[in-house]
């Protein structure tokens, strides 16, 4: 059963860099048919993409947020990063990460829990 | 980027009731789209993709239409766990897109 998990600080200050990390088991994440993906959801909002990696490190980002978002793969970890540069209280949201399924299911098929970040000083 | 649309925004609706949620896509994605269900304090559930195809484990109940722009996520006979938010999503091509969401509440 694959799993995914959300680790990171819960809380960052203005300017600084929001970090967080999502870990899978249960599955590799070298796969060809899955790109794993960060959405986040501000509170009482609905979700935004911010972006997806292929396991080679292929990306594609949110153009809304792309010059402050880079996001990593570390298959010898079984891991994928989000890093968010200059946040603001904007940024504030619960973080999901996603693994978004090309071939069997076509869509975001499992999901952690969500990590809340908030941007505070 | 693909603008997703859905409607109504709130759908106030009883147990037992048939619920018709719409979602509709800025320009033509064939039938590359899926529904999600978000119960509160849970992380979003994919229920259909491609348009009208069931997710595993997903009950008889969900079942979706539509292709091109114009999308429909339909529930049979509401069952009081399936009141909750809805979302569609576009993902014809990047960036993947999500509308804002209808919240479906026991009247």
């Known amino acids: 059963q694959l799993q995914l998990q959300e680790s990171g600080p819960g809380l960052v200050k203005p300017s600084e860099t929001l970090s967080v990390t999502c870990s899978v088991s249960g599955g590799s994440i070298s796969s060809s048919h899955f790109y794993w993906t960060w959405i986040r959801q501000p509170p009482g909002k609905g979700l935004e993409w911010i972006g997806s990696v292929f396991y080679t490190g292929t990306t594609n980002y949110n153009a809304s947020l792309e010059s402050r978002v880079t996001i990593s793969v570390d298959t010898s970890k079984n891991q994928f990063s989000l890093k968010l540069t200059s946040v603001s209280a904007a940024d504030t949201a619960l973080y999901y990460c996603a693994r978004d399924d090309s071939y069997d299911y076509p869509g975001f098929d499992h999901w952690g829990p969500g990590i809340l970040v908030t941007v505070s000083s | 980027d693909i603008v997703m649309t859905q409607s109504p925004a709130t759908l106030s609706l009883s147990p037992g009731e048939r619920a018709t949620l719409s979602c509709r896509a800025s320009?033509?994605?064939?039938?590359?789209m899926a529904w999600y269900q978000q119960r509160p304090g849970q992380a979003p559930r994919l229920l259909i993709f491609?348009?009208?195809k069931r997710a595993p484990g997903i009950p008889a109940r969900f079942s979706g239409s539509g292709s091109g722009t114009d999308f429909t996520l339909t529930i049979t006979s509401l069952d009081p766990e399936d009141f909750a938010v809805y979302y569609c999503?576009?993902?014809?091509?990047?960036?993947?897109?999500f509308g804002q969401g209808t919240r479906l509440e026991i009247k």
């Open positions: 491609d348009a009208s």
């Open positions: 999503q576009s993902r014809v091509t990047w960036p993947r897109t």
């Open positions: 320009r033509s994605i064939s039938t590359y």
